[in-house]
């Protein structure tokens, strides 16, 4: 590391011990992993010799850790291969291990991690036994060595986050007989040798760890899982569980090792161990936020069932002083259908006691809220505002995508968007999303469909990208193709109800009633909060002619969109549904009033006027009803059923006379009586209009009313 002015002109240090402490004081200043002092060289029975050969390996170390902490991994991996063919030390091979896998070395690392090392570590079984009754803290068959025995090779305990090994002190320049090397090194050890021999692998639960993950990165899901185990083998080992904290505080490898299980279950299509893997790792560890992350965006759990495990978590057993902040993150990230005072309680605390008001996460719960509630614009000036703070925000960038697709005079905002994105990300699935979503928004499914899928390939766990995939489908008139997409979607995404939900909506639309009654069902006991599938289902009970059941239900959608305070525009449909089933039940006055509050919300909907003009229709109100049927074909004149309807009631007006079947108010006689005063009352007005009249004009009528005409050549005078 290059010195400070100050320390260029101190001069050289002439004693190369305190030279060495006083750069390793310097190097606990900078960071902790430059702490690492293991004196290699102690053959020489020269002091200064010994002294300056342990100080050499050791500047090389800094240098290492230094080369990692400002990401010249190329420098890191070149001085630590040097350090460990001089020292042979676990500790040194387990950081190149680190440096090969940072720069996506992964069988490089692999290798370096499995290969035989001179160790003496203690008898271990395969760590996917569970069942053990000496399994140790650290995961293996016998207790931690003490650390006063030096020459033994000691794993990390289970729960740690530093070095997995202690620092080794022995000869570093005995000249041993060569270890055999690659797939088979263990195998080709000679018998004499294989007692002091071992793999890293399988003398730390880090690098067991450090392994598995190269082996996911490389696409090894068998090695993987055998490496991992398919279940936790410290489950039952006494030292662990939710309640046990962790020894320094940081992330139990117990949890990150489950997290990575999980993550290999998804790979080999087991979603069910995949999701109680990462139930598992977060309930060792509440601070394994990807754990949480997989569970909530993957949307594995039902709406209870995720809001009842996340308040369960041991926040005060594992995080006692920053447990209720833990909670409140936790439970922002939510989904809204449900709880809603809960969600607004926990972001009003969070920006209240904790300062977060312009933070990405909690600015995210906001956004999420106003999206429940189907206020596109709301939601848009927010994602804006987060999108603001940080370039990518992963959760907001399909709220903010949707909110552009659903307002039309910010397409071409769109549009932009995914160039722009296209452009800097190619290799997210994000970019190519929204490409796909500016195409649905222009109604070119085919397109859209393109790369819907491409972004699927990308990453099979985006929800968005299944789901828009299958709208395309049904929007193009493709119901089966739409069904079986829907299908796939809810069996990969097993906690939301919107796929089913849709399968049920296709479903209605093909007569499968049957099959769209169990899909609405399934959805509503997964989901019972959303109004949309209150509506849907009400929409089932009218195909049935259920007209009570499904009037029941749209009140019960109109008053859900009511708590979660949503825009009115977006519930016009259902108080036309409701309004259809009144008029079906025969009661014409609440289907009016259901009606005209569809007008009230928008006042240019055909399908209202045309039925208020038949619920008048059938009230006996045929002026009424003929000014809604003309007023509804303004708007829409193909209208087939309106035009017959209006036809209908201009005949039987034209047949009834002008006051219809009840005939005229008062009855005939009192009609006719009114009639009379009323032609005497017009015959004595032009009376008095003719007695108070002007003298009349001279010339003729004819002159007069033409008065204002040019005469024969006035014309061509004017124009000469």
Not at 8 to 33: C, Q, Y
Not at 239 to 258: L, W
Not at 443 to 458: G, H, I, N
Request: contains cysteine; hydrophobic residues 40%; glycine residues 6%.
């Amino acid at each position: 590391m290059a010195e400070s002015p100050e320390e260029a002109s101190s001069g050289p240090l002439t004693n190369i011990k305190e030279g060495f402490v006083w750069r390793i004081r310097d190097a606990l200043g900078r960071h902790p992993l430059a702490n690492d002092n293991t004196d290699v060289f102690q053959d020489s029975g020269d002091e200064d010799e010994e002294e300056f050969e342990w100080g050499m390996v050791d500047r090389m170390r800094l240098w290492r850790h230094d080369a990692l902490m400002q990401h010249l991994y190329e420098t890191a991996a070149f001085w630590g291969d040097k350090i460990v063919s001089w020292t042979n030390d676990p500790n040194d091979a387990f950081w190149l291990a680190q440096t090969y896998f940072m720069t996506h070395q992964y069988s490089r690392a692999e290798r370096l991690l499995t290969r035989p090392f001179r160790a003496k570590p203690p008898i271990i079984p395969h760590p996917r036994r569970s069942d053990d009754a000496h399994v140790g803290p650290n995961g293996f068959g016998s207790p931690t060595p003490a650390p006063s025995d030096a020459s033994m090779f000691t794993p990390a305990p289970l729960g740690g986050t530093g070095v997995p090994f202690p620092d080794l002190k022995g000869k570093g320049r005995e000249h041993d007989a060569r270890l055999p090397m690659g797939p088979t090194a263990m195998i080709n050890v000679a018998a004499e040798q294989q007692e002091g021999v071992s793999r890293l692998v399988d003398m730390s639960v880090v690098c067991r760890y450090l392994a598995a993950q190269c082996l996911v990165r490389q696409g090894k899901w068998a090695e993987a899982t055998e490496m991992l185990g398919e279940a936790n083998p410290f489950r039952n080992s006494g030292r662990s569980g939710p309640a046990v904290p962790n020894t320094d505080g940081g992330i139990k490898v117990e949890a990150s090792m489950c997290h990575l299980r999980g993550l290999l279950m998804l790979k080999l299509n087991r979603g069910d161990q995949a999701k109680t893997c990462f139930m598992e790792a977060l309930a060792l560890d509440v601070k394994c936020y990807d754990a949480f992350d997989q569970l909530v965006s993957g949307e594995m759990m039902t709406l209870e069932e995720e809001w009842e495990f996340v308040q369960s978590l041991a926040y005060k057993e594992q995080t006692p002083e920053d447990a209720d902040f833990v909670r409140l993150i936790y439970t922002a990230r939510l989904r809204k259908y449900k709880h809603a005072d809960e969600h607004a309680i926990t972001r009003r605390r969070l920006i209240e006691e904790y300062g977060l008001s312009d933070n990405p996460d909690v600015l995210f719960s906001f956004a999420d809220a106003l999206y429940a509630q189907f206020r596109w614009a709301d939601c848009f000036v927010i994602t804006s505002r987060i999108l603001d703070l940080v370039a990518v925000h992963a959760p907001t960038m399909p709220l903010h995508i949707a909110c552009m697709h659903h307002l039309q005079h910010l397409h071409s905002k769109l549009f932009v968007l995914a160039h722009e994105l296209v452009e800097r990300e190619p290799e997210s699935a994000i970019s190519w999303y929204a490409v796909g979503v500016w195409y649905l928004s222009q109604k070119k499914w085919a397109d859209a469909r393109t790369y819907f899928s491409k972004t699927s390939l990308m990453d099979p766990r985006f929800g968005p990208a299944w789901i828009a995939f299958a709208h395309t489908f049904a929007f193009e008139g493709e119901h089966d193709h739409a069904v079986t997409a829907y299908s796939t979607c809810a069996r990969m995404f097993t906690g939301s109800h919107l796929p089913l939900m849709f399968v049920g909506m296709e479903h209605i639309i093909l007569s499968n009633y049957a099959q769209a009654t169990e899909a609405l069902n399934a959805a509503n006991t997964m989901c019972d909060g959303d109004p949309l599938l209150m509506n849907e289902r009400g929409v089932m009970a009218f195909n049935r002619q259920q007209y009570d059941e499904a009037a029941a239900m749209f009140q019960q959608a109109l008053d859900l969109a009511q708590v979660t305070q949503g825009s009115q525009k977006s519930w016009a449909t259902t108080y036309l549904n409701l309004g259809t089933c009144f008029r079906k039940l025969g009661r014409l006055e609440e289907a009016r009033d259901a009606y005209v509050r569809v007008l009230e919300i928008d006042n240019r909907s055909a399908p209202a006027l045309g039925f208020l003009g038949l619920v008048y229709h059938l009230m006996d109100r045929l002026h009424d009803a003929i000014m809604k049927y003309h007023e509804a074909l303004s708007i829409n004149p193909i209208n087939g059923h309106v035009l017959d309807l209006l036809n209908l009631a201009l005949e039987t007006g034209a047949d009834e006379g002008m006051f219809g079947m009840s005939g005229p108010p008062g009855g005939e006689t009192a009609w006719e009586d009114r009639m009379k005063a009323h032609a005497e009352k017009e015959r004595q007005l032009k009376l008095m209009r003719q007695q108070n009249a002007p003298p009349p004009m001279a010339g003729t009528a004819h002159e007069i009313l033409f008065s204002h005409m040019p005469r024969p050549g006035e014309e061509r005078m004017a124009l000469g």
